[in-house]
């Protein structure tokens, strides 16, 4: 039965990679910023190269006295200029720190929510996920036990229960003492015959409580259906003992597994 697998392989294909775009368009913007910055200093100390190569004006002291305080402008122009770039620098090894982190926590939640679509896909299909258990170290310990050879699927229990239950039934006393010879006689039929109630029913006798068990199950509630077998009769949960450890198994799983992706979320 393929139908879960079906079903939840497409979660993978839902798993996109993060949107790092807005983040590269940052770092764009900041080294055309640089890059502007750089043409200005480059611009500055062409013309502080200039100014320094001109000859001694013949004016004497006003014209030694213009250009000195030429060469002062452009020598405070160039020192801002650099103190903004520098400061510019610093801000974006700051922000690039920043970039890189977010990055990478991006990567790790995308990787993370993949290992999850994986772990879903598994538990589904009742195949192995130790190698999806990889992405979660804080794993609880009833996924790490069960990693390596899969857990139950939800369609083998629905499948094995009617055998399970017939067993349950068998093995418990289904009238009273002082039952009449005709009730006496009807239970052994149902005991040959492993009859048993396939519509849900009222009643604690053990064919009631699997009655509602069954129905439960059938609708994917298998923690429900745990709840109703608690109900039994010790000799039926010991003739059941198989299945109900398989079940819880399973639910068990299927807790943890939920809990790992709150975690995440």
């Not at 192995?128 to 170290?137: H, K, V």
């Not at 006393?173 to 109630?197: D, G, I």
């Not at 003739?239 to 790992?260: H, P, V």
């Amino acid at each position: 039965d393929l139908t879960a697998l079906s079903e939840t392989t497409g979660a993978l294909g839902a798993v996109e990679a993060p949107d790092l775009s807005p983040l590269t368009e940052e770092i764009a913007g900041v080294a055309a910023q640089l890059a502007d910055l750089e043409t200005r200093i480059s611009e500055l100390e062409s013309g502080l190269a200039r100014v320094e190569s001109r000859p001694t004006a013949p004016a004497g002291a006003d014209g030694s006295a213009a250009m000195e305080a030429q060469l002062e402008d452009f020598r405070q122009q160039l020192d801002e200029v650099t103190a903004d770039a520098e400061a510019k620098i610093s801000e974006a090894q700051e922000r690039a720190s920043e970039i890189e982190l977010a990055a990478a926590a991006a990567a790790a939640a995308a990787e993370r929510d993949a290992a999850l679509s994986s772990l879903k896909v598994a538990l589904d299909s009742g195949t192995s996920f130790s190698e999806t258990l990889t992405a979660f170290p804080d794993a609880p310990d009833t996924l790490v036990a069960a990693a390596a050879e899969g857990v139950p699927t939800l369609s083998s229990l629905q499948a094995s229960f009617p055998a399970a239950a017939r067993a349950a039934l068998s093995n418990v006393q289904t009238v009273p003492e002082s039952a009449s010879p005709a009730e006496r006689f009807t239970a052994f039929l149902k005991r040959q015959t492993n009859a048993r109630s396939l519509a849900p029913r009222d009643g604690d006798d053990a064919d009631a409580v699997l009655s509602r068990a069954e129905a439960t199950l059938a609708e994917g509630d298998l923690g429900a259906t745990l709840a109703e077998l608690t109900a039994l009769p010790d000799a039926a949960k010991g003739a059941m003992s198989g299945w109900i450890g398989a079940a819880e198994t399973r639910e068990a799983a299927l807790q943890s597994a939920a809990k790992l992706a709150n975690a995440t979320n």
